[in-house]
């Protein structure tokens, strides 16, 4: 059974730093792109950020560019996102995901990926 879990969430405070991780069981991701998206109460899920097979090639939502950082470590089969100087509007569910049929090109559609984790809350109070 193919299993993404994400762990790491929490409730902080503005401008605190978190640190998502994502860790994949039943098979590896190695070779493809891994991404994390979010979703706010009655908002759709939106693309945060997303990786390419090796790390090399990163991108990031207008919204979060300069203060997330995501990483992978493929020998433990990981994907993190460093999230810094935390907003309220950064309250959401984060999910992580991967796109099987990408190695490079990150999608920012949530359509184009194939497994999902079961989501993170992450509370950023005012």
């Known amino acids: 059974q193919v299993q993404l879990v994400e762990s790491g969430g929490g409730l902080v405070q503005a401008g605190d730093s978190l640190r998502l991780s994502c860790t994949a069981s039943g098979r590896t991701f190695s070779s493809n792109v891994m991404g994390w998206f979010r979703q706010a109460p009655g908002k759709e899920r939106e693309f945060v950020a997303a990786i390419s097979w090796n790390g090399g090639k990163t991108a990031y939502a207008d919204s979060v560019k300069g203060r997330f950082t995501i990483s992978r470590d493929n020998a433990q089969n990981t994907v993190y996102l460093q999230m810094n100087i935390l907003k309220p509007e950064d309250t959401a569910v984060y999910y992580c995901?991967?796109?099987?049929?990408?190695?490079?090109?990150?999608?920012?559609?949530?359509?184009?990926?194939?497994?999902w984790g079961q989501g993170t809350q992450v509370t950023v109070s005012s």
């Open positions: 995901a991967a796109d099987i049929h990408s190695a490079v090109y990150h999608s920012t559609k949530r359509d184009d990926y194939d497994y």
